[in-house]
C-alpha cells in the first residue's frame, strides 16, 4: 500500500514538471489555435495559409521558423502559366511590359488578375521581381526554345 503512494506521488510529481517546462520567460509552449475560416493571414514578420480549423504553412522572423499543420509539407501544384503575368493565357509582350513596369513601380502596377500572378512573374526564381526577370521574359517572348522560363515549383 505504502508502495502504491510513493509511485502515485511520484507521478504527480512529474506531470507537475511537465506543466511548468511548457512555460519559461524565453517561450510559452500552451496550446494555442488560429482558427481564421481559411486563406493567407500575415503581419507585419508572419504569414500563415490556412485551412479551416487548420494552420499550414510557414511563419517566422529573424530568429524562428514555425513549420507547422495537417498539410504541411504538402507541395501545391501552381494552377498560372509561367510568365502570363495578365492572365490572358498566353505569353507575350503585354506580360513583358507589366512585368517591367511593376518592377519600376510595384505600387502603380500590381500583378494582382489573380492569386498565381506574383509567382508567375518571378521567371527566374530567385524569390523577386527584378530586371532579371523582365530579360528573360523578353528573351522568351523573342525566342522561347532558346530561353526557357523557370518559375518555382510552389
Not at 500552451?30 to 487548420?54: C, F, K, L
Amino acid at each position: 500500500m505504502k508502495k502504491r503512494h510513493v509511485s502515485m506521488l511520484m507521478g504527480l510529481l512529474c506531470l507537475t514538471g511537465i506543466v511548468y517546462a511548457q512555460v519559461s520567460p524565453n517561450f510559452d509552449l500552451s496550446w494555442n489555435v488560429i482558427g481564421g475560416g481559411g486563406g493567407p493571414m500575415s503581419s507585419a514578420n508572419y504569414r500563415v495559409d490556412s485551412t479551416v480549423g487548420q494552420i499550414i504553412g510557414v511563419s517566422e522572423s529573424s530568429n524562428y521558423k514555425l513549420s507547422a499543420g495537417y498539410w504541411y509539407g504538402v507541395k501545391v501544384q501552381p494552377q498560372g502559366l509561367c510568365g502570363d503575368v495578365n492572365c490572358d493565357h498566353s505569353v507575350d509582350i503585354g506580360d513583358v511590359t507589366l512585368v517591367l513596369n511593376h518592377w519600376a513601380n510595384p505600387a502603380k502596377y500590381p500583378l494582382n488578375c489573380d492569386e498565381w500572378a506574383e509567382w508567375a512573374g518571378d521567371v527566374t526564381c530567385d524569390e523577386a521581381i527584378d530586371i532579371g526577370d523582365v530579360t528573360l521574359l523578353l528573351n522568351h517572348w523573342a525566342n522561347p526554345g532558346k530561353y526557357p522560363l523557370n518559375c518555382c515549383p510552389s
